[in-house]
Structure formats: C-alpha cells, structure tokens
C-alpha cells in the first residue's frame, strides 16, 4: 500500500469512529443489532467480567496511559485503579462522550493521532483495548516500539482485542477471512467505511511479542476475547 492509501485509511478509521461515538456503547453491551440473546449475551458479559477481574488486580498504580480510550468503557476500571490516567484518543466526539462520563480531574485527555504521536513521560501500565487490532500490521512494530519507550523500567504492559467470531459483531455486518486486514463497517444511520481489523492468534502474537523484546504472556478469555498481560524482556 502507498504511504497516500495508508494515510486515508488511518484517517478513515478516525473519522467512523467519530460517527461511531454515540453509539458505541451499543457494541459493548449487547443491545441493538449487537443483541445476540440472552444465552449469548451472558458468555459475553462473563468474559467481560472475567477481564475486569485481572485488571482490578494490577492495583495500585500510578501513572496509566490509555491508548485509543474511546468512549471510557475501560477507563471506568482504570480510574478504580491508578492516580492519574493519560487518555489518548484521535477522535474528539470519543473523548467528549469519555469526559462527560467521568468529569474526573484524575483523567488527562490527549486528542491525537497514535501513528504520529509521543508520549512525553513515562506510565507504570500502557493499557489498551480494543486498539491492537487496529494497527496496520506494518505498523506494528513502530507502535510496540513507542509503546516500549513510553513505560517506567518496572512498567506493565495489559490489553484485549477481540478474537475471530462473528457473533461479536453486528448482526449487518458479515465477517470477511480472518487473513483480510480490511473491513468494510456500517454505521447505525448506513454510512460505510473502511477500516484495519487484524485478527490475531494468541500464540503467534505472544511469539511475535516475545521477538520483538516483550515477555507477555497472550491468552483468551474464552469465545470473545483476548488480552495480553507484561513487560519488557
Ligand atoms: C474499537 S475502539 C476502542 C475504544 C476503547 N478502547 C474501548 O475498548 O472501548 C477504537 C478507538 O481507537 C480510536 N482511534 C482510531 N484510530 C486512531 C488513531 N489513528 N489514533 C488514535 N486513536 C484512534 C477511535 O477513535 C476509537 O476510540
């Protein structure tokens, strides 16, 4: 791909979530034509359950940097855990819903673009969900590089992205191959974008980590999701 095609990508990504701010939280907790009924719903919500659980228990921290925060349904647990949050999003209509959620001083929202932007201190937890599967895979390494650098010598590195299942996403939505790294997606009002969804195999991303200086061990939490959770080697 021409570096021209990435860069609209990358800003086409920005801009569905943007539309997608309102309505985001639809995804997250099942309603709409993210309903999969009650028995489905419920392996969901356990899972989601079971993640909340692990995170909880990386308490107390200090300085957390959240990448790609959106609407805050993460950094609810973040908050319950740490000092200070720093909250990066590149969609301001994700941080306002974020802000308004929370109104909390302990939160430092950062508007930016990940592919061009610097962390200018170092965090004890780098934290994101939902956000790996994003990257384009030749960014890959750039963002596990910047993500390196931007942790204390000690600092923890936690996040979950979604496995391969069609159940997770809209019921108007068709998943294409797990091997395709662009997706078509649909906003509730019908407008369609183009956007990076990478799936990954737990075990060739902790392998893939592991060669790149991380020690972290990528598990599942069942149908729905994985997470990551360590440090640099
Ligand atoms: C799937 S959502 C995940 C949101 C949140 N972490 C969660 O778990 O609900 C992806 C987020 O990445 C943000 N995003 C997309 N492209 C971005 C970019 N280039 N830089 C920063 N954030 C970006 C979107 O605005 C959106 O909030």
Redesign the pocket.
């Known amino acids: 791909m021409t570096s021209k095609k990435h860069q609209k990508l990358?800003q086409e990504?920005?801009d569905y979530?943007?539309g997608r701010a309102n309505e985001?939280d639809q995804w997250?907790l099942r309603q709409g034509r993210y309903d999969k009924g009650e028995d489905e719903n419920l392996v969901w919500f356990n899972e989601v359950e079971s993640l909340r659980a692990k995170l909880a228990a990386l308490a107390p921290l200090n300085n957390v940097l959240e990448l790609?925060?959106?609407?805050g349904?993460?950094t609810a647990e973040l908050l319950n855990i740490s000092k200070n949050i720093t909250a990066?999003?590149?969609?301001e209509e994700?941080i306002a819903v974020n802000r308004n959620k929370f109104n909390s001083k302990k939160i430092n929202y950062i508007h930016?673009?990940?592919?061009e932007w610097h962390p200018q201190k170092k965090y004890d937890l780098i934290f994101?969900?939902?956000?790996l599967s994003?990257v384009p895979p030749e960014k890959f390494t750039d963002f596990w590089q910047m993500v390196m650098e931007s942790l204390t010598p000690n600092g923890q590195v936690f996040f979950?992205d979604s496995l391969y299942t069609q159940e997770s996403t809209a019921s108007n939505q068709m998943l294409r191959d797990e091997k395709d790294t662009i997706v078509s997606r649909v906003l509730n009002d019908g407008s369609e974008y183009e956007i990076v969804k990478v799936f990954y195999d737990p075990d060739q991303l902790q392998k893939d980590l592991n060669n790149i200086g991380w020690k972290i061990k990528v598990k599942t939490s069942g149908k729905y999701f994985l997470y990551g959770h360590g440090r640099k080697n």
Do not use: K
Not at 128 to 131: E, G, L, P
């Open positions: 990358i990504q920005m979530y943007s985001y997250f790609a925060c959106g609407t349904l993460w990066v999003d590149g969609s994700m930016a673009n990940l592919f994101f969900s939902f956000w994003h979950i």
